[in-house]
Nanobody
């Protein structure tokens, strides 16, 4: 069930930047854990970044130092700032939210409750 709405995807050249947004949504307001996932054609979905309600963030190794996850509580919106984009970042990006902690979801390999419909990011020259 699609309950979140992403925006900001599109095309960029290698080395460029894009900022993805998710929301505004009441589901973000009520969630403890929010994350960004991506899935490239023929590949499994992977977690890109997550952020707890206290602001603690975690990142996929391949995006550390290039991507930043953040949230605006006043706007109930989640963001993913993507810099120094690479062709291998090309994928459909999804935001997700859950009322449980990111630590719990990770430890027990649980699925997030709320998902967006996805936004395409294409990086090519």
């Amino acid at each position: 069930q699609v309950l979140l709405v992403e925006s900001g995807g599109g095309s960029a050249q290698p080395g460029g930047s894009l900022r993805l947004s998710c929301g505004p949504s009441a589901y973000i307001y009520s969630s403890y854990c929010m994350g960004w996932f991506r899935q490239a054609p023929g590949k499994e979905r992977e977690g890109v970044a997550s952020i707890e309600s206290d602001g603690t963030a975690t990142y996929l190794d391949s995006v550390k130092g290039r991507f930043t996850i953040s949230k605006d509580n006043a706007k109930n919106t989640l963001y993913l700032q993507m810099n120094s984009l690479k062709p291998e970042d090309t994928a459909m990006y999804y935001c997700a939210a859950d009322r449980r902690s990111c630590l719990y979801l990770s430890a027990f390999r649980q699925e997030y409750e709320y998902w967006g419909q996805g936004t395409q990011v294409t990086v090519s020259s």
